[in-house]
């Protein structure tokens, strides 16, 4: 006799397990994210609202909002998102498209939509989500596939050009990197050879992040403060600076 099908319920819902490992580790690292923006911030905003706490309880707000959201899809099976992984990447294209069609340009780059003057947000953040989903699906479906060079790294490299492209018109060439890089491990981790990526990698990617990196001022200026910001201490190079002094200064009491 077949065993009933066992009905799922609210309550089941809520008594799905998480990892409390993960939930601490998550915690600690926004409170130590409060903490600095709320000691970054202070002066300024006092200066500004004459209420210091401004900026910080904007962030403490956001940062409640996420993690309701975050023990809400905590309970969700991961296996749920199988089901639209192939959305999820026309998702991410019609949000990166949207962002060059209606985005406000600030400093030169679009990369944020505006739904009200206080309100917004950066679909780039988003797609990297959509993108693990889309890959995690795509890559089980084809996993006999991975190991061959044309139908396992080229076919699911061609996937990734539309939204790097669409990324890099913006233009949001760290985002570009990350989503990249995020998917490339996937790759890696399911099944496609490492030496696909390093053989392609020195041949194609290096030249090309070279010449992106080349063709905008911007970009060539923050790899040569990064590699000497005490030549401009005081403008571009004061926050990798402060980065030195912070990393001497934790150096010394780890001594």
Known sequence: MAKKRKEKTFSSFLNNPFDFTLLITILLLLSIGLIMVLSASSPSALAESGDSYSYFSKQLLFAILGIVAMLFISKI???????????????????????????????????????????????????????????????????????????GFIKHMCLLAPIIGLLLLEPHFSASVVILGICAIMMIMAGCKFWHFLVTGSIVGIPA??????????RLQRVITFLNPWQDATGDGWQVIQSLYAIRISEGYLE
């Not at 070279?210 to 911007?218: D, G, H, T, W």
């Open 209 to 218: 992040i070279i010449a992106l990196i080349m063709v905008e001022p911007y």
């Open 77 to 151: 099976d991961y296996r749920f998102y199988q089901k639209f992984y192939k959305h999820a990447w026309w998702l991410a294209l019609i949000l990166l498209a949207l962002v060059l069609i209606a985005g406000r340009e600030v400093n030169g780059a679009k990369r944020w939509i505006y739904v009200t003057e206080t309100l917004s947000f950066q679909p780039s953040e988003l797609v990297k989500l959509l993108m693990i989903i889309f890959y995690a699906g795509i890559l089980m479906k084809n996993r006999d596939q991975l190991g061959l060079y044309g139908k």
